[in-house]
């Protein structure tokens, strides 16, 4: 959940999702799209499939693996995932290099190389790795997060506090605030969208998107050209929402239909927190509860 997902964010989706699926064979056993309700909100929805996938495969082999290598065979389970798994659970001595371990590694070592590169982080895993204390592998790779997180900061890191400062080779040289370089930008896309709520004796009417492609499984609210024979339709509302770097400005409707379009069904707007919802729709039908 952590990945790409800030942890006051993530809080409150892992403690529902642990009261739901609270074993591996509980969530090896479930039904995706239950699944993806309940990680619903959160986004980059691949991560709660490989979740499911992993734990099947972890129930399949009839244990927990402990080795890096072995924990980078799950599905979705990258370097860094596996190497923190490792190290903090196993005690394996493998450095865990997430976004902050990268800042302080380019700031340690003074290297000016784009952060965004293959090769800029392989050389500061290297160099991590180098530094690694091998006897509390775990406890080391956590104080290096925890370092990034709160002391070798992005925009004005607190040097005066920072336990390795005399170390550190981007103090010495006074770079420290040039550091790291980033030099990719993706340029943010602005686009303007509608969603309709069309309500029909407790019921909303939905698509969903087929498998495969972004959000597959997910329910959607109709947008207003999908609509055709829309009547009655009012403006109740607007709001934004981001996703990577497109910022969508979604305008809310409401409406009525004679009869569903082919691909859409209704859905009781009692049962919607129990299917996979769009964190868009989700966003529409507060605006059309009134936040409730």
Request: some cysteine; charged content about 20%.
């Amino acid at each position: 959940m952590l990945q790409q997902t800030r942890a006051q964010t993530v809080i409150p989706y892992y403690r529902r999702f642990l009261a739901r699926f609270p074993t591996v064979r509980a969530l090896a056993r479930a039904e995706e799209a239950g699944v993806l309700a309940c990680w619903s909100g959160l986004g980059y929805y691949s991560r709660a499939r490989n979740l499911q996938s992993a734990a099947r495969e972890i129930v399949r082999l009839g244990k927990f693996p402990r080795e890096y290598d072995a924990l980078r065979a799950l599905p979705g389970v990258g370097p860094y995932t596996a190497a923190a798994v490792a190290s903090i659970a196993f005690g394996e001595p493998c450095a865990a290099v997430d976004g902050n371990v990268l800042r302080v590694m380019a700031r340690v070592t003074n290297d000016a190389g784009d952060i965004g590169s293959t090769g800029t982080r392989a050389r500061l895993q290297e160099q991590a790795q180098a530094l690694l204390d091998l006897r509390q592998p775990g406890l080391f790779n956590q104080a290096m997060m925890e370092l990034g997180a709160t002391v070798c900061v992005p925009r004005a890191p607190l040097c005066t506090q920072c336990p390795v400062a005399a170390d550190c080779q981007a103090r010495m040289a006074g770079t420290e605030r040039q550091l790291p370089v980033k030099l990719r930008k993706l340029v943010a896309r602005n686009i303007e969208a509608s969603l309709v709520v069309v309500e029909r004796r407790g019921k909303i009417l939905l698509w969903q998107r087929e498998a495969g492609g972004r959000l597959a499984g997910f329910w959607e609210l109709p947008a207003s050209e999908q609509l055709a024979g829309l009547q009655q339709a009012r403006t109740i509302g607007s709001f934004r929402h981001t996703i990577t770097n497109s910022r969508f400005l979604f305008t809310v409707m409401t409406g009525s239909v004679r009869r569903a379009p082919k691909g859409f069904m209704w859905h009781l707007l009692a049962s919607l927190p129990a299917i996979p919802l769009s964190t868009s729709a989700r966003k529409a039908l507060r605006v059309y509860t009134g936040g409730q």
